[in-house]
């Protein structure tokens, strides 16, 4: 008799990295519609506690609950200047699916943010994004919304 680990993943029939691969795609394209129609419609996107960038209203990292919200992210970031977008890479356990992505951003008012970041989303056996979050240096946000570009070489 063969020994049980514990730690099986958790099984779906939801293929929760083709579906996070696409919303990367639509955001390609500038599909906001593509992208939303893949959101639970209660979904939980940037709803963490105790997040500094919150704390100091970075526009594109507040919490937001529901598409319609959602859309509002994206208007957001549609503000922005958008100097490089890519993903590296898509790791998914069932649902969930961890994205590796590089990020470099201008705002309105100036300000620059460019980093790596992880993108945590988690999936509904319903196929559908139930929550998002960003895991970045909340830092260099909160540098860039009050006007700083953080990609400049310091001495």
Avoid: C
Avoid at 20 to 36: K, N, P, Q, S, T
Avoid at 63 to 89: K, Y
Avoid at 92 to 101: P, S, Y
């Amino acid at each position: 008799m063969a020994a049980s680990t514990g730690s099986a993943a958790p099984t779906t029939t939801v293929d929760a990295r083709a579906v996070v691969g696409a919303i990367y795609e639509a955001f390609g394209r500038g599909d906001v519609a593509a992208i939303l129609e893949r959101l639970a419609p209660d979904v939980a996107w940037d709803v963490w506690p105790d997040n500094f960038a919150q704390r100091a209203d970075v526009p594109h990292l507040r919490p937001r609950r529901g598409r319609e919200e959602v859309a509002a992210f994206f208007g957001v970031v549609a503000e922005q200047t958008l100097h490089d977008f890519s993903v590296q890479g898509l790791v998914a356990d069932g649902i969930t699916v961890v994205a590796i992505a590089r990020v470099d951003f201008g705002t309105p008012n100036g300000g620059r943010y460019a980093d790596e970041e992880l993108h945590l989303w988690t999936l509904g056996d319903d196929g559908l994004v139930h929550a998002f979050r960003h895991y970045a240096d909340t830092a260099k946000h909160i540098a860039a919304v009050g006007g700083e570009d953080t990609t400049a070489t310091r001495p």
